[in-house]
């Protein structure tokens, strides 16, 4: 059984002038904000998660690769790429640059990240409005974080009555 470190709460702004996402703890107090990195050119492509302070703690970039949703990750000095393609029988998922995978649904944004020896990094589930985000070690907050606002910029239509054909 796993000890869940800390539980945050991802959720997604509507006004245009509001950052994308604001992640919450259990208090409610506002931990971290996600919003486009000011000042690119291509800004719509680059992300950066702020702490409470407004210190620019996590930096994702979206790769424009056909077919699938790429994202560098930057935390400090580690970087991790997080590889979604998209095909009819699902999403498939994979990391380089960490040995962690996932476990889950990620197109209906409930999934787990584990290590290679199965242990849970991340448990994140979907709620109305908002998403749970458990982490087993406070070591891998950022990543959690980074991990879980790619998972929601997934432009994945759901109902498969809406899908193309």
Known sequence: MT?????????????????????????????????????????????????AQGRTAVRIRRLPIAGSCTYALRMGKKRVTFVNIITAKGVYSHFYGINYHIRGA?????????????????SHRRHSGYCELDIADGADELFCVAVSVCANMMNIIEKTALQAV
Request: aromatic fraction near 10%.
């Open 3 to 51: 000890v869940i470190c800390m539980t945050l709460f991802l959720k997604r702004t509507i006004s245009a002038d509001d950052p994308l996402f604001v992640i919450c703890d259990m208090s409610g107090n506002e931990t971290y904000r996600v919003s486009y990195a000011p000042g690119r050119i291509f800004s719509q492509q680059r992300l950066s998660v702020t702490d």
């Open 106 to 122: 990620i197109a209906a944004k409930s999934f787990d990240v584990i290590d290679v020896d199965k242990t849970l990094v991340l």
